[in-house]
């Protein structure tokens, strides 16, 4: 393209960048200005009421719920899935036999459609027919059937075990990638001068792959934040609303109690929520081009 | 570098503990789905059915089965092709001209791949039912086209850039117009870059689940993942066929992955850690 195909730049940018506006920035005031709407009894049509749902979500008992689970579902599978990702890739980084079929297979998780990942490990923690309770009697670590799924204290857990389950593999590869770039000559340096494998992951691999492990983690952070379909297969938000997170609670009173307003109000919370997490991004990925430019 | 011999054997036992971790929900979901449903489940779990049968397979395969399967292929084939057509034509655009409207516009389309959809989505829905476009494909398909751009357009800018431009100069000089340059040299050299983005696209419509549960409520437009959904009640306990079932729907993925995963990594880990 010459600068005379002004118009071919244009033309060729146009159909995409409409749709995105249409379907993707515009949704986003669109929620804003719906949250400022609620329907009643007396007006089926969606009536002006100011900051009254706002004041209704506030105080209901669900939402100090919603985001206290959605923090310890986020924080714990962004930070079980970025230490296990990273260790993985160490092991597929050592040059050991089978380690390009093992890579293969370790992302057969990332693969497997989030619906079925759902389906087989709500089976996998079936108390009487599921294997994680068959495993657990065999080693002797439980004698009693532990209805994982059911139990409001253990479901969370359960829940997030799931989607580290599924997601490491995704940081297993930008890992791997990243660890591959190392410096070679600089570890053998730090060889030669005695260091063993945690003082050359701690003094060399790490401080150079410093930037790509900040932005993963960012990145996992507003990747989980946005989860719906392992929750809401494996638990509904249950048991006793354990498991609802901002994407569940926002679906049930969007389309399962037809709430718009409400629903659109947990929508606007939860945008606000990552507009923090995407600021932090701009500001690490700003951080690392300019140290990239500068060094 | 060089490893002790206790190290080595540490690290192997380290990769069977993983390929266990990975494999056995795997296994376990294809030996259920292999298990007779005259032979009952034994506590503890047995691993492997005694006399294996695919008969699951042919009772999961009825023809609602059939008709959401058809349907997931319809809205994630339309999606592949719409989703990577628009993305080149857009991502062209980004890699070759250097105006700062074009940098703010592609730090629009990279912030645009991190909105939740759930809190989007309603105003998406009363788009469609005012268009009338609930309960189509219409309405899966520019849902999808429209999620999956950002991060297309993304990975195939990052493709283009690698390319060099010296070609298309080349071809300009010697009299070719934008169109054939762009159709002759530019579209056949990102080949890679189209498969890479082409598969990110399959994996994620063909698992949609939010869109498709919320934009369609009869049998005959539901997608895999939602008929799949349904099926948890209907079947009750019987594993049997929800585990066949389940065989079904992620086979296609996973052959088309593993045909062509070094395009897709490649296409990911690339963009990704250039940022």
Known sequence: MTAKDRWLVWAFLAPALILMGVMLYYPMVGTVIESFYDTSFISPEPEFVGWAVYEK????????????????????????QNVLGFFVAMLLNQGLPAQGLLRALVLLPFVLPGVVTAILWRFMYDPQLGLVNSIMIRLGLFED????????????????????????PFSMLIYLAALQNVDKSQLEAATIDGAGPWRRLIDVTLPSIKEVVVVNIVLTLILTFNYFDIVWVMTRGGPQNATHIFPTRIFETGFGQFRFGEAAVYGVFSILILAVLVALYVIVQTGASKRRRTS | MTLTPSARLALIVCQIALAIFVLLPFFWMLSVSLKPATEPFAIPARLWPENPTLENYVTA???????????SLIVSGASVVITVTLALLAAYSFARRTLLILTALMSLVVLAQMFPHSAIIIPIYKMMRAADLLNTYASLIIA????????????????????????????????????????????????????????????????????????????????????????????????????ASSVMVSLPVIAVFFFLQRYFVAGLTAGAVKG
């Open chain 2, 144 to 243: 999808y086209v429209s999620v999956t751009l950002p991060v297309a357009i993304w990975m195939l800018r990052g493709f283009l850039l690698k390319l060099p431009v010296s070609l298309e100069e080349a071809a300009a000089i010697d009299g070719a117009g934008p169109l054939r340059v762009f159709f002759e040299i530019v579209v056949p050299l990102a080949r890679p870059g189209i498969i890479a983005t082409a598969v990110y696209v399959l994996i994620v419509t063909w698992q949609e689940f939010l869109f498709a549960l919320s934009f369609t409520s009869t049998r005959e437009m539901r997608t895999l993942p939602v008929g799949l959904n349904d099926f948890i009640g209907q079947y009750g306990i019987r594993y049997g066929e929800l585990m």
């Open chain 1, 57 to 80: 979500v506030w105080n209901s008992r669900q939402f100090p719920e919603v985001v206290w689970n959605s923090i310890y579902w986020t924080v714990g599978v962004v930070l079980l």
């Open chain 1, 145 to 168: 059937n532990a209805a994982w799924l059911a139990d409001a204290d253990t479901a969370m857990a359960a829940v997030i075990f799931v989607a580290v389950w599924k997601g490491f």
């Open chain 2, 61 to 71: 395969f009825r023809p609602e089965f059939r008709t959401y399967f058809l349907n």
